[in-house]
């Protein structure tokens, strides 16, 4: 297919990435910032533009990957009404005038990280069959598993998503600057973080969750709040956390 | 080294294995509940006992895993004052009678998962430099990573843990549940559990943090809290770790 990514950041990055590693061809990439635009243009041979109005008619299909509060004003000024634009979020549905389509990778990008996508969920969805289609195909090109969910499904996948990426990931920064305050290496939990996401593909989270919490251990617990007292907004995030396992189990 | 383990749980059954595979003769198991002893002696092909003054006193060390909570009053009972007993804690330290050191694996067990211990921290500390020896020989034989920390710096390094480790996994298991609720597959978002936990080895987690609160994506947010309107405690710890997000960053 003929392509053209509307936007220069990581899902952008990533996706063109492996686009073009499948055989398709990146017509332009065009972003807000003309040296962004360039940046990726380059590493993906193609040309680039910062007018949308420049934007060549020539490709099948433009996917949108910017920030979510953008889509929208990115997709009032598209200029082809009867071109397939389809963006690449999970909270946003299809209600956003000249949007047709969503593809939406299930996975964190970031530029500094190289990613295979072969296994990678793509959650897709179009206003008709015919962009449905489309999107199966581009999809299936790149990943294994692609999958038709309504905009209400991908809003519940986005949120844990959030749940299980984000907000996991905030908790290693957390343990880092613990770490860190006892002049401690984050990687001595390098192989507890890697065993903590390897242990649940294949089983369910709450039947190998430890600790003190899901032991009911309040010594321990107590212990670890009193370690926490001389930073308070950390010591009422473990309590909080803390709580919801005991309300969990 | 003859070895004996006192505790037949995650912790005693890991370690039994790796001491075993590094060619330490277990001796005996010691277990409260003689059914759970001879299951663990059983697979270490060793003697067991319920009983702790059958303790046989060939042994150069007795490694304690038992619930926190009941480290004390096992100690108490140990019937050899002079031989080394250790205890694998992360956070109780040496304060405790009868303990000579300990023996801290920086890592997460679960009976059903299979684990190679090499790559996995051993923080140790002894009460004399006998001790200590002593178990920076034993770590080196099952890891290549043995750590000489004192007990505030092993209870950061647990903290850190219990973060990293205990409270993703919970956050991996209210994912399933939000999945769950829309009939959608946990295993959706394994590929990127996993690439959460790759990003940082060898990336801090500051650098690397994706999603909307670290964006400012209020919008999203919004969107997020909405739509988890039906789960106040979710909805309240949705909010408090954006929250958290956003007065770190």
Not at 60 to 71: E, F, G, N, R
Not at 167 to 181: D, K, V
Not at 237 to 248: A, C, T, V
């Amino acid at each position: 297919m003929k392509i053209t990514l509307l936007g220069s950041g990581n899902v952008a990055t990533h996706l063109g990435e492996a686009f073009k590693k499948a055989g398709h061809e990146i017509v332009q990439v065009w972003s807000r910032t003309a040296k962004n635009a360039a940046v990726l243009a380059n590493s993906l041979q193609c040309g680039y533009t910062n007018h949308i109005s420049d934007l060549s008619a020539e490709p099948d299909i433009y996917i949108l990957s910017v920030p979510d509060d953008s889509i929208t004003e990115t997709a009032l000024k598209f200029p082809f009404p009867e071109k397939i634009l389809v963006h690449t979020s999970g909270t946003t549905g299809l209600e956003v005038p000249g949007i047709s389509g969503v593809f939406y990778p299930v996975q964190t990008f970031s530029k500094s990280t190289k990613l295979d996508l072969s296994l990678v969920p793509i959650a897709i969805e179009g206003k008709d069959q015919e962009v449905e289609r489309l999107l199966l195909e581009l999809g299936g090109s790149i990943s294994s598993r692609v999958v038709k969910l309504n905009s209400d499904q991908r809003k519940a996948l986005h949120v844990a998503a959030v749940f299980a990426c984000n907000f996991s990931n905030h908790l290693y920064g957390i343990a880092e600057r613990i770490l860190e305050s006892k002049e401690l290496s984050f990687d001595l939990i390098y192989p507890l973080i890697l065993e903590t996401a390897v242990k649940v593909q294949g089983n369910s989270p709450a039947s190998v969750q430890t600790g003190p919490a899901v032991r009911g251990d309040q010594k321990t617990l107590d212990k670890h709040l009193q370690f926490l007292d001389t930073n308070p907004a950390l010591k009422e995030l473990y309590e909080r956390i803390s709580q919801s396992i005991i309300n969990f189990y």
